[in-house]
């Protein structure tokens, strides 16, 4: 790769930054300062420094994201603000979406470069846990912990792996699905004549939301993190 290209991959940076540090000698390669944008570097094999700092490289991205609820889950929108939005660094990096969230939906997304990582989570051969909170109204139906369990048919006649329903108080309750199937959540709450008024992800598999995120912050995956989701 270019070393202009990887000080840009690296760092973040724009262009132009990248190429004021080239000029003014701040990055060396493999221990000598360079100056040549197009000279060629290694990514996983030569060192690269800024100001005597080294760059790591990263092959992939992983972040978490407390999504606000009126952004849309997409990486380009002509018409509605994105979550990308709230992402000014990573310009460089292929990133997309693990599971989309509705615009009105907040609460846990995970975002990545990474193509196989996101193929691992939202396959339904995986089957991955996926917790929301949810405010409703209506009335909750006596046995629909049972119904959950059984299996709820949607509108569309498509019948849900098992889930569960817990209550909280009055009108919360806390839902784990399997799948990630269109408004998967309201559907199936209005299958029991529930209607979702609030809903937040608060986990997925064995990773919870950081709660210190306020909403549209992000961070990056935890090594445990990213592992217990790639297992
Ligand atoms: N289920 C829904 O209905 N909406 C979401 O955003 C996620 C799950």
């Given at each position: ?6 000080l840009e991959?690296?760092t973040s940076a724009d262009l132009k930054t990248c190429e004021r540090y080239l000029k003014e ?25 800024l ?181």
């Open positions: 790769m270019k070393l202009i290209k990887y991959f690296v000698k701040r990055i060396k390669v493999n221990g000598i300062i360079t100056v040549k944008p197009n000279t060629v570097v290694k990514e996983l094999k030569d060192q690269v420094m100001d005597n700092e080294v760059l790591e490289y990263e092959e992939y991205i992983y972040l978490m994201m407390n999504k606000r609820s009126g952004y849309v889950s997409a990486t380009e929108d002509n018409f509605q603000v994105t979550v990308f939005e709230d992402i000014k660094e990573f310009k460089k990096r292929p990133l997309r979406i693990v599971g989309r969230l509705d615009k009105d939906t907040e609460g846990l997304l995970l975002i990545t470069d990474d193509g196989d990582f996101i193929h691992h989570l939202t396959s339904p051969k995986h089957n991955v846990n996926k917790t929301y909170f949810v405010g409703f109204e209506g009335v909750y139906p006596e046995n629909v912990e049972e119904l959950f369990k059984e299996g709820i048919t949607l509108d569309d006649g498509y019948k849900c792996l098992p889930a569960s329903i817990k209550r909280i108080k009055n009108s919360k309750c806390e839902i784990t699905i399997q799948e990630g199937k269109f408004h998967q959540i309201k559907r199936m709450c209005a299958a029991c004549g529930m209607k979702v008024t609030y809903l937040k992800r608060l986990s997925i598999g064995d990773v919870k939301l950081d709660e210190s995120l306020n909403s549209g912050e992000y961070r990056r995956l935890t090594k445990e993190e990213l592992e217990s989701l790639k297992k």
